[in-house]
C-alpha cells in the first residue's frame, strides 16, 4: 500500500491560550491504513486531534486532508469532508437519548441504526433511555458507534477503548481491521497493547508535544519504549 | 352560578392557555431548546406587535399586518443573533440574561423614539368580528376561536420541527456540547441563527395576534416575558409537550381561580373583602402554582432529570 | 410680577410604561410657562419608580433648591413625594394625581390640586348613572388603592343595585372572564376604571364580545392619547372629564389652537391639567412672590386664572371645585374624539373636604 | 500596577472623600446618590454571597430587599405614629431605633431566606431561577394587595429611625451609617469568601456529587449561604427605606431583583467588590446621561451590551485584563 | 480476616434493566478486592448503592457491623469511604491543591468554619503536599483542573479520594486513561495503602487486575457469577464466555 497520504500534518504547533502545547508535530495517515498515536499522559495527543478537527485552530505548521488544506477551516466543515471523531472522555449528548445520539449527525452510508445495533446489542433496548443513564462501557460505545454513523473516511479514535470490557474491545479491534480493510483509514491513540501492535500498520509517539519516534510498533526497541512511553 | 357561566369560563381558561402557549412558543425555542435565557423575548413580541400595528396604519389590511409582524420580528432577530446572541452561546447563563436584559432596554426605548409614548391601534378584521355559537347557548368570539386554531397550529409545527427532524435533536445537541456535534458535522452556527429567527418570528406573530386584542404599547412584552418563562419552567425545558400542557394548565388554573376564589369566599365572608381577599390570590396563584410544581417535580412536568 | 425668579421643579414619567402622560402634561405645563421669563423649569424622569421619584425631589429640594414642584403623574409617587416635600416649605402642584390621603386628613397648605382629587371622575359616572336612569350597573377595577377609590367614588354617587363588582389583577390584559361575568349578570350598565393598557384590552374585547350594555368609565381610557389605540371600540361609549376639547370658553380654545401648532398633535386631558398647573403658577406671581411663602399661598388658592375648564376655584383642602363633564366618543373625520353632551356633576367639590383640617 | 484589591480600596476611598467634599461643598444630592450607590451595593454584595460564588442565580432578591424595607417601615410608621402592632403576648409599639429595627429585619429576612431556600433548593438551573422568582412575585402581588400599608401606594415614615442620637436626617450622616454597613459586610463578606466555607460553597456550584462524596452536605451549604445573602440584601433594604422614607411594593418588583444582578455583572462576578463597582457606574450612568436625554436608555442598553461582548469579567475584569496588555 | 463491608441481598432495577440482582458480597481488611463483569453488569451501579448516592430497592450495606443502607453519601464519607468516579467529577474551576483541599475540609468537617481564612489552614498542608507528590502532580499544583489532561484528571481523582483518610476505597475503574508509567506507579500505591486501607477496584484492565487483586468477583447481568483468585477467575469457563473473551 504505497498511496498518497489522505491525512497529512506538518510541523504543528498549537497552543491554550500562552500554554503552548504542542512543538512541531508530524503524522501521515495513508488510505485504509491504521495509524496509532502514542505518548504519556499530557503530552499533546488529545491536542493533535483538536487541532485536526478544527476544535483548536494551530498557529503554525500545514495541516492537508485529502489535499485539501483544512487548517483552520470550521470544525463542521472538516467533519463533512469526512472526518469522524470519537472524542476523549465521550463527549456524548447527555441531554439526548441512546438513539438521539446515534442519528442526529448521522449520514447515510454503510453504517445505519440497525448495523450499530448489530454490532452493539445492548444498545437495542436501550434505545429511547437517556444517554446519561448509561454505564461508563456502554457511554464509549455510543460514542464510537455515532462516528460510525457519520460514516467518514478517516476515523479518529481518542482512547477508545477506555472503559470497554475485553470482550467488547476485542470487538471493536476486529471491526478497526474490517473497516480498513474496506479503504477507511483510522488514526487511533491507545494504550501500548499486544493488539495495538497488532493492528496498527504505522506508528507515532509524541513527547512534550513533539514527534520523536515513528515506525511499526512491533520494531520498537525497548529503549525507545522505556524512555517515551515509560515501559 | 350557572352552568353555561362555568363552562365559558372553562373554555375561557382554555383559551386564555392557547394565547399562553402562542405567547410562550417561540421562547419555547429559544429559550427551551436552544438553551438561550433570552429576556427580549417581550421585546420581539412588541416588534412583531408594533410592525403589524404600522402596517395596519398604512394598508389596513390584518392579514398584511400579520405578515409583517412575524417577518420584522425575524429579521431583527436573526440580525441580534448574527450580531450579539451568537456570541454568547459559550457564556454563563448570566452573560445571556444580561445582554438580552439590555436588548430590552434598547428595544423599548428605540420604539418609543419611533413611534411616540402612546399606544397604536390594531384591529381585528370582519371575517373574525363576533361571536359564533359553540354548543346550544354559548357564544364565543370567532377571534378567540382563531388564536385557539393559531395556537393548535403552532403547536403540531413545533412537535413536529423538534421531535420528528434532526434539527431538534442537533440543536438540542448542541445545547449540551457544540464543540462535539460541530466536530459531527453540523454547522451549529446556521441552525441556531435558524432557530432563533423561528423563535423570533413566532413570538413577533403572537404579538401581533394578541395584541390586535389587548393593547400595542411600548412595555406590552414584559408581564408577557414572565409569563412565557413560567409556561416553559412548569412544562419542563425543552418539552413542547410540557409547555403546551402547561399553557393550558395556567390557563385554567388562572382563569377558574380568578373567578372561583373571590366566589368561594363570598359563602365565608361579606362580599367586598371576599373580592379583595380573593382577587389578591388570584393574582399570585400562577406562581404557587409554579412554586408548588418546582417543589413537587424540580425539574417540570415534562422535563429530563439528568443524572 | 415683582421681578422675582421662581424655579420650578416638575419630576414626571418620561421613560418606560406609561410615560405619554408624562410627556403630555409636561408640554402642557411647558405651552403655559413658555412666555415667563421668571419661571426656571428643572425637569426630571422618575420612570414610574417611587424610589427615584423621592430621590429626584431630594435633588431638587436640596441641590436645584426648587420653590415649587409639580409633574406626577401616578398617586402612589404623590404618595412618596409630597409630604416630604410640603413638610419641607416647598409648594406643590399636582397636575395629575389626587389621592384622598392627600385630601383628607394628608392635607397640607402648601399641597395644591389642580387635576382632580381621584374619586371625582369616577362619582360623576356614578351621577350619570343615575340620571341616565342605570338601575343595576356592573363595577370593576384592578386591585389596588386607585381602584378601589374608583369603585368607593362611584359608588358614594349611585343610587342603584350592583349587578357585580370585580377587582382584577394589576396589569391584567385578557377580561374573557370579567366580560363572561357581565354577560351573565342582568345588568343594565358597566362602570369600569382600568388606566393604561388594560382599559385598551377591556374595551376591545369588550365590543368584540358583542354584549350591547352601556359602558361608563372616567376620562383616562378614552382620553385624546388612547383613544387611536383603542379605536372604534370605543365610539359611542359615555366618559366623565373635567376637561373636553371643544368646551367652549377662550382659554380652553387658546390652549388646543396652541397646542396643536406647538406639538402638532391633539392636546389630552393631561396636557389641559399641566397647562392649567401653569396658568396657576404664573397668576399666582403675578400677586405675590413666592419667597413671601403666606401672600404666595393666598395667591394660589385664589385661582385667578382662566381655566381650560372655564370655572375653577380650590375648596377648602386645596382641591378643585369644578364641572365634570360627560363626553360621548365620536369620530371627527377619520380621528375618533370627544365630545362633551351633558354635565354629570356641578360645581363638584370632593368628600375629604370635612376630614381635612384646614 | 492595578490589582484588584488596589481598585477596591480605590473605590471605596473616593466614595469616602466625595462624600466628605460633597458636604463641604454644600451638595447634599450628591451625598444622597452615594448612599443609594452604597445600599444597593450592599444588596447586590448579599445576592453575589449566593450568585458569585455559589452560582445560585436567584432571581427573587427583592423579597429580601422589600421585606427588609417593610420590616423596617412598619415598625417606624407605628412607633411614628403611637401605634399598636402587636398586642399579644406583649404589647409593642414598633420603634424607632436603628439597632432594633435591623434586628428584626435580619430575623425575618433570615426566616425567610430560610423558608424560600429550603424548598428552592430542591431545584436548581434555570429551575432555581424561577422558582426564586416565583417566591418574590407572591410578596409583590400580597403587598400591593394588602390594603393595611398602603397596598400599591405604599406609604411615607417621614423622619429615618434613629441611632444613638445622631441626627440621620442629615444626609452625611445617614451616610456615614451606611458606609460603615458596607465596611462591615464587605469584611463579612471576603472572610466567607476566602473560609473553608467559602471554599464549599464554591464547590457547590459545579457538582453536587463531587461535593458530597468529599462528606460535605452541599444542600446545607448552600441553605446557609442563602440566609446569609438574605439577611444581608435585607439590611440593604431597611437602609433604603430609610434613605428614601417610603415604603412601597417596588421595592419586591422582579426589576428590582434584575438590577442587583445587573449590578453584580456589570461590576464583575464573583468578585467581592463587583457590586460595588457596578451599583457606582449604574446610579452614576443613570444620573449622567438621564439628564440629557429621555431615551438615556438606549445608551444603557449598548454599554451594558458592550461590557459583555468586549469586557469579560465586568469593569474590574476589563481593568485588569487592560492592564496586562499594556 | 476481618469482613469491613459487607452487602447483603441487594437489589436495584432500572424499569427493565435489572443493575443489582441480589448481590451478596465483603470486602475485607487487607485486600484489594476487583470487581469485574461486562459494560452493563451493574458495577459503578453497586459503587454507587454503596456510597448512598443511588439507593438500593432492597438488601442492606453494613460496614463494620452497622447497618447503613439509609445513610447520606455525606455520612458515609465521615465513617470512611472514598470512592474514585468512572467518568471523571473533579471540579474543574478549582486548582489541583483546592481540589484536594476540599477533600481535606470536608473530612475534617471544617466546612461551616466562615471566619478562618483558607491560607491560615496549616493543618492539611503537609497532607496534601505528600498526597499529590505521591500521584505525581505536586508540580501542576496551582493549575486549574480544567486545564489538565484527561489521565492527569483520572490521577487527580485518586488524590482526593486519598485525602479523604479512608478506612476503605471504592476506585471506579482508576487506572482507565493513565498511561503504562502511572499505571505502575498506582499500583505501587495500592498495594502500599491496602493493608491499612482495603480497596475494592472495578478495572477492565486485566493486567492490572490479575497482577494486583487478592480476591477477584465477577459481575454479569447484576449477578455475582463467580469469586476466587486471579487463577481461579482465569480458568473460569463462564467468565471467559461472559468477559474475557479469547484472551
Ligand atoms: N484546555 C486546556 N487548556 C490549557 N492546557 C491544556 C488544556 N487541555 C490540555 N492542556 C494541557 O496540554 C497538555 C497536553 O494535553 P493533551 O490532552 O493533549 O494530552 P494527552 O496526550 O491527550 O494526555 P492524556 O493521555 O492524559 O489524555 C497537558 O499538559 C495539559 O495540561
Ligand atoms: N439511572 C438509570 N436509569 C436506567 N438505567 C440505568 C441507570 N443507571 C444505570 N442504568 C443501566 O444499568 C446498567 C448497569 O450500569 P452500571 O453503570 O452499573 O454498569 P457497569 O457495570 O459499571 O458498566 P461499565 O463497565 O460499562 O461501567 C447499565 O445497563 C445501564 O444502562
Ligand atoms: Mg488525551
Ligand atoms: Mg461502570
Redesign the pocket.
Known amino acids: 500500500m504505497n498511496k498518497s497520504p489522505i491525512l497529512k500534518l506538518d510541523n504543528i504547533y498549537s497552543s491554550y491560550g500562552n500554554v503552548q502545547v504542542l512543538n512541531g508535530v508530524n503524522l501521515q495517515v495513508r488510505k485504509g491504513e491504521i495509524v496509532s498515536l502514542l505518548g504519556r499522559n499530557g503530552m499533546g495527543k488529545s491536542t493533535t486531534v483538536k487541532s485536526i478537527c478544527g476544535i483548536l485552530k494551530p498557529h503554525l505548521g500545514n495541516i492537508e486532508f485529502n489535499s485539501v488544506r483544512i487548517i483552520g477551516m470550521q470544525s463542521y466543515k472538516i467533519a463533512r469532508l469526512g472526518v469522524g471523531l470519537v472524542p476523549e472522555g465521550r463527549r456524548i449528548f447527555a441531554n439526548l437519548t441512546v438513539k438521539e445520539n446515534l442519528i442526529g449527525s448521522s449520514i447515510k452510508g454503510y453504517w445505519d441504526l440497525d448495523k450499530i445495533l448489530t454490532l452493539f446489542p445492548?444498545f437495542k433496548e436501550?434505545l429511547s433511555?437517556?444517554s446519561?443513564?448509561?454505564?461508563?462501557?456502554?457511554?464509549?460505545m455510543l460514542a464510537i458507534g455515532r462516528a460510525l454513523m457519520t460514516n467518514p473516511s478517516l476515523l479518529i479514535l481518542d482512547e477508545a477503548t477506555e472503559?470497554?470490557?475485553p470482550v467488547i474491545s476485542q470487538k471493536i479491534w476486529n471491526v478497526l481491521r474490517k473497516v480498513s480493510n474496506e479503504g477507511i483509514s483510522i488514526l487511533i491513540i491507545d494504550k501500548i497493547s499486544q493488539e495495538l501492535k497488532d493492528v496498527s500498520n504505522y506508528s507515532y509517539i509524541l513527547e512534550r508535544g513533539k514527534s520523536v519516534w515513528s515506525g511499526k510498533l512491533s520494531g520498537i526497541s525497548s529503549d525507545d519504549s522505556k524512555l517515551f512511553l515509560g515501559v | 352560578m350557572t352552568a353555561e357561566l362555568l363552562i365559558e369560563q372553562f373554555l375561557n381558561g382554555l383559551q386564555f392557555g392557547f394565547m399562553l402557549f402562542l405567547m410562550s412558543a417561540g421562547l419555547t425555542l429559544i429559550f427551551g431548546v436552544m438553551g438561550l435565557i433570552n429576556l427580549a423575548h417581550g421585546s420581539l413580541y412588541m416588534i412583531g406587535a408594533f410592525s403589524a400595528a404600522a402596517t395596519f396604519a398604512f394598508f389596513n389590511s390584518f392579514w398584511l399586518s400579520l405578515l409583517a409582524s412575524f417577518s420584522c420580528a425575524a429579521i431583527v432577530g436573526i440580525v441580534v443573533e448574527k450580531t450579539i446572541i451568537r456570541k454568547l452561546y459559550n457564556r454563563d447563563h448570566l452573560d445571556q440574561v444580561l445582554v438580552t436584559f439590555a436588548l430590552i432596554l434598547f428595544f423599548s426605548e428605540l420604539v418609543r423614539w419611533i413611534f411616540g409614548a402612546f399606544p397604536l391601534y390594531l384591529d381585528v378584521p370582519e371575517l373574525l368580528n363576533g361571536s359564533i355559537e359553540v354548543f346550544s347557548g354559548i357564544y364565543y368570539s370567532k377571534y378567540r376561536l382563531f388564536i385557539i386554531f393559531v395556537g393548535l397550529i403552532i403547536a403540531v409545527f413545533l412537535f413536529f420541527l423538534i421531535g420528528k427532524t434532526n434539527l431538534g435533536i442537533q440543536i438540542r445537541a448542541g445545547q449540551h456540547d457544540r464543540e462535539m456535534i460541530s466536530a459531527l458535522g453540523v454547522d451549529i452556527s446556521k441552525l441556531y441563527t435558524l432557530l432563533f429567527g423561528i423563535g423570533a418570528a413566532l413570538a413577533g406573530l403572537a404579538g401581533a395576534l394578541i395584541g390586535t386584542i389587548q393593547s400595542v404599547e411600548v412595555g406590552m412584552g414584559e408581564p408577557i416575558l414572565i409569563l412565557a418563562f413560567v409556561i416553559i419552567v412548569i412544562g419542563g425545558i425543552g418539552s413542547i409537550k410540557g409547555a403546551f400542557i402547561a399553557s393550558l394548565l395556567v390557563g385554567l388554573v388562572d382563569t377558574l381561580g380568578r373567578f372561583l376564589i373571590p366566589w368561594v369566599l363570598q359563602t365565608v365572608t361579606n362580599p367586598s373583602d371576599a373580592m379583595s381577599v380573593g382577587s389578591a390570590i388570584g393574582s399570585m396563584l400562577i406562581y404557587i402554582l409554579m412554586a408548588i410544581i418546582l417543589i413537587l417535580k424540580p425539574t417540570g412536568l415534562y422535563g429530563k432529570q439528568l443524572? | 410680577a415683582d421681578g422675582h425668579k421662581l424655579k420650578v421643579g416638575m419630576i414626571t414619567t418620561l421613560s418606560g410604561g406609561g410615560s405619554g402622560l408624562g410627556i403630555d402634561v409636561r408640554d402642557g405645563f411647558m405651552l403655559a410657562v413658555m412666555g415667563s421669563k421668571d419661571i426656571e423649569v428643572v425637569i426630571e424622569d422618575d420612570q414610574r419608580k417611587p424610589d427615584i421619584a423621592v430621590q429626584l425631589a431630594d435633588k431638587m429640594i436640596q441641590s436645584e433648591k426648587v420653590d415649587v414642584l409639580t409633574g406626577i403623574i401616578w398617586s402612589n409617587l404623590a404618595m412618596a413625594v409630597v409630604p416630604a416635600a410640603v413638610n419641607q416649605g416647598k409648594f406643590y402642584l399636582s397636575p395629575n394625581a389626587g389621592p384622598s390621603a392627600l385630601a383628607g386628613k394628608g392635607c397640607h397648605e402648601n399641597y395644591f390640586n389642580v387635576a382632580w382629587q381621584n374619586d371625582n371622575l369616577h362619582e360623576a359616572a356614578g351621577g350619570h348613572a343615575n340620571s341616565t336612569g342605570f338601575k343595576n350597573t356592573f363595577i370593576l377595577a384592578p386591585n389596588y388603592p386607585a381602584g378601589k377609590d374608583a369603585l368607593t367614588g362611584f359608588k358614594r354617587y349611585f343610587k342603584g343595585n350592583l349587578a357585580g363588582e370585580i377587582y382584577t389583577k394589576l396589569g391584567q390584559t385578557d377580561y374573557a372572564v370579567e366580560i363572561a361575568q357581565i354577560r351573565a349578570s342582568d345588568a343594565d350598565s358597566v362602570f369600569f376604571f382600568l388606566p393604561g393598557g388594560m382599559g385598551i384590552g377591556f374595551m376591545k374585547q369588550y365590543a368584540q364580545s358583542g354584549i350591547e350594555i352601556p359602558v361608563v368609565g372616567p376620562a383616562f381610557s378614552f382620553d385624546q392619547g388612547i383613544l387611536k389605540a383603542v379605536g372604534d371600540a370605543a365610539l359611542g361609549v359615555k366618559n366623565t372629564s373635567q376637561w373636553s376639547k371643544d368646551l367652549d370658553n377662550k382659554a380652553n380654545k387658546k390652549f388646543v389652537s396652541d397646542f396643536q401648532n406647538e406639538y402638532g398633535r391633539l392636546p389630552s386631558l393631561y396636557a389641559s391639567q399641566g397647562y392649567d398647573t401653569g396658568m396657576l403658577l404664573i397668576s399666582a406671581m403675578a400677586k405675590a412672590s413666592v419667597n413671601d411663602m403666606e401672600a404666595f399661598r393666598d395667591a394660589l388658592r385664589s385661582a385667578d386664572f382662566d381655566s381650560t375648564r372655564g370655572q375653577f376655584r380650590f375648596s377648602s383642602n386645596h382641591h378643585p371645585i369644578q364641572d365634570i363633564y360627560v363626553r360621548e366618543v365620536i369620530k371627527e373625520g377619520d380621528t375618533l374624539t370627544n365630545k362633551i353632551v351633558s354635565v354629570g356633576l356641578q360645581d363638584h367639590s370632593n368628600a375629604y373636604v370635612d376630614q381635612c383640617s384646614m | 500596577m492595578i490589582s484588584e484589591k488596589n481598585i477596591s480600596y480605590i473605590s471605596l476611598i473616593s466614595i469616602f472623600f466625595i462624600a466628605i467634599f460633597s458636604e463641604y461643598f454644600n451638595e447634599p444630592y450628591l451625598i444622597t446618590l452615594l448612599s443609594r450607590i452604597i445600599i444597593f451595593s450592599i444588596a447586590a454584595i448579599g445576592l453575589n454571597l449566593v450568585l458569585g460564588f455559589g452560582n445560585l442565580i436567584s432571581f427573587g432578591h427583592a423579597a429580601f430587599f422589600g421585606l427588609g424595607g417593610y420590616v423596617s417601615g412598619i415598625l417606624a410608621i407605628h412607633a411614628f405614629n403611637s401605634e399598636l402592632l402587636i398586642s399579644w403576648p406583649f404589647l409593642f409599639n414598633g420603634s424607632n431605633n436603628s439597632l432594633i429595627i435591623w434586628l428584626f429585619t435580619i430575623f425575618f429576612c433570615s426566616l425567610l431566606a430560610l423558608l424560600v431556600g429550603v424548598f428552592s433548593l430542591r431545584t436548581s438551573g434555570v429551575y432555581f431561577i424561577m422558582i426564586t422568582l416565583a417566591f418574590a412575585q407572591m410578596l409583590y402581588y400580597f403587598a400591593i394587595s394588602w390594603p393595611s400599608y398602603g397596598g400599591e401606594d405604599g406609604f411615607s415614615i417621614y423622619v429615618r429611625s434613629t441611632f444613638f442620637g445622631i441626627n440621620t436626617m442629615k444626609g452625611i450622616n445617614f451616610f456615614f451609617i451606611c458606609f460603615f454597613w458596607l465596611l462591615i459586610i464587605l469584611f463579612i463578606t471576603s472572610k466567607i469568601v476566602n473560609s473553608p466555607f467559602g471554599l464549599a460553597l464554591r464547590a457547590t456550584r459545579f457538582n453536587l456529587t463531587r461535593v458530597r462524596s468529599v462528606g460535605i452536605n452541599p444542600f446545607r451549604i448552600q441553605l446557609l449561604a442563602f440566609v446569609l445573602s438574605g439577611a444581608i440584601t435585607g439590611i440593604a433594604g431597611s437602609l433604603y427605606v430609610d434613605l428614601n422614607r417610603f415604603v412601597s411594593p417596588s421595592l419586591l418588583s422582579w426589576q428590582m431583583s434584575g438590577e442587583f444582578i445587573v449590578f453584580i455583572l456589570i461590576g464583575g462576578l464573583g468578585r467581592i467588590y463587583g457590586p460595588l463597582i457596578g451599583a457606582a457606574f449604574f446610579v452614576a450612568f443613570e444620573q449622567f446621561f438621564g439628564s440629557y436625554t429621555e431615551h438615556w436608555q438606549i445608551f444603557l442598553g449598548i454599554i451594558i451590551i458592550s461590557t459583555v461582548l468586549f469586557a469579560k469579567g465586568g469593569i474590574i475584569g476589563f481593568m485588569l485584563k487592560y492592564q496586562k496588555n499594556e | 480476616m476481618n469482613k469491613i463491608l459487607k452487602i447483603v441481598n441487594l437489589k436495584?432495577n432500572?424499569?427493565a434493566?435489572?443493575?443489582?440482582n441480589d448481590i451478596n458480597f465483603c470486602l475485607e481488611t487487607g485486600e484489594i478486592h476487583a470487581l469485574i463483569?461486562?459494560?452493563?453488569?451493574?458495577?459503578?451501579?453497586?459503587?454507587?448503592q454503596i456510597m448512598g448516592e443511588?439507593k438500593q430497592d432492597s438488601g442492606e450495606i453494613i460496614l463494620n457491623g452497622i447497618n447503613i443502607s439509609n445513610f447520606k453519601t455525606e455520612d458515609r464519607i465521615h465513617l470512611g469511604f472514598a470512592r474514585s468516579f468512572?467518568i471523571t467529577d473533579v471540579i474543574l474551576d478549582f486548582t489541583i491543591f483546592q481540589n484536594v483541599l476540599l477533600a481535606k475540609i470536608g473530612k475534617e468537617k471544617t466546612f461551616y468554619n466562615f471566619y478562618s481564612s483558607l491560607d491560615s489552614i496549616e493543618f492539611s498542608f503537609e497532607e496534601i503536599k505528600s498526597i499529590l507528590i505521591k500521584i505525581d502532580l505536586w508540580d501542576k499544583k496551582e493549575t486549574a483542573a480544567s486545564l489538565l489532561s484527561h489521565g492527569e484528571r483520572r490521577q487527580l481523582e485518586i488524590g482526593i479520594a486519598l485525602a479523604l483518610d479512608p478506612k476503605l476505597i471504592l476506585l471506579?475503574?482508576p487506572m482507565a486513561g493513565l498511561s503504562l508509567d502511572k499505571i505502575e506507579k498506582m499500583k505501587v500505591i495500592f498495594n502500599q495503602i491496602k493493608n491499612d486501607v482495603p480497596i475494592l477496584l472495578?478495572e477492565?484492565n486485566m493486567d492490572v487486575v490479575f497482577s494486583i487483586a487478592d480476591r477477584i468477583s465477577v459481575?454479569v447481568n447484576?449477578k455475582i457469577i463467580a469469586s476466587g483468585s486471579s487463577s481461579e477467575i482465569k480458568s473460569n469457563l463462564d467468565v471467559r464466555k461472559a468477559y474475557l473473551g479469547t484472551a
Open positions: 445492548i436501550r433511555q437517556l446519561s443513564n448509561l454505564s461508563g462501557g456502554e457511554q464509549q472503559g470497554l470490557s | 443524572s | 436495584k432500572f424499569g434493566i435489572t443493575a443489582s463483569g461486562p459494560n452493563g453488569a451493574g458495577k459503578s451501579t453497586l459503587i454507587k443511588i468512572q471506579d475503574e472495578i477492565h459481575l447484576g
